[in-house]
């Protein structure tokens, strides 16, 4: 076993050192391959020769077909080529001529004398934070080079970077913080934008308890109040441009005197015709009566 990790640390695409259904996984990236044949290619791809990688061990534990390390990496990127087994859908430009130093986990399996399963973890938000991905001005709780010092210094490495150092050496015994009243200005994971302090209520906002609870799902407004009072019959008014037959209950009083303009000019001619005849016979009367 320890023939095959030497063998494996040098010369990581020989397939004789892998079992038929081996696997490989770099679990951050999700990068790997299965089967001693497709491991092979997956270690001669030219993303592993884009890069140089300087591996410094500080613990190897053995115990039964099982083998842990604690590693550091210090990765160098090249001027050509990307590297999906690390950082997959980075832009090339990003990692030209950049350094980075991670802290590395390494489990392998072996079935005998060969290597049946093969972990590498490390953390990606530490890589991403080198690359100024992600960057200072976003304040997020992710340490970048620096983690590597909880593997090469552990007896002065910094145990909490957001305390002072005073605070874990003091002789009182220790309090509990207590929680700040300031907000958390770029807090991560807010999707409107950072909160501003001006904007908050600075007050509680209490409900009278003697007001009755109301169900906003069911509360129905009250019927709104015409501003002028309602008279149908206020403007109520009929006209037709014709004979309409009308029901006897809009009937109304017919006026007791009636003119018959017709009949009015019938015996005006009848009275004029009388009158004519009168002086014609008054006229033949006076002729007979003068002497001859």
Sequence with gaps: MEQTWETFKTKPATATLYTDNATVIYVPSGAGARGNAQIRRFYLQPDFKSTTVREQVHSSVKQGNKLFEEVDWQITF???GSCTWLVPTIDEGVLANTTVKVAVVISATFEGELISVLRVYWDQASVLKQLRVITDRQKW??????QVDALRTPSSVQLNPFAPDESLNASSPPTSPQPKKGLAIDAPGRIFGPIRPEDQVSHSVRRNLHEPA??????EPPASKPLVAHNPKRLDSTFSFGHQE???????AAPKETQNLLGHQEMDGLTGRTAGMTLSNSA???RQQRPR
């Design 78 to 80: 090249n001027d050509a």
């Design 141 to 146: 709780p992710v340490r970048g080079g620096e």
């Design 214 to 219: 109301r169900n906003i799902f069911a509360y």
């Design 246 to 252: 009308s029901s006897p209950s809009s009937r109304r």
């Design 284 to 286: 033949s009367n006076r």
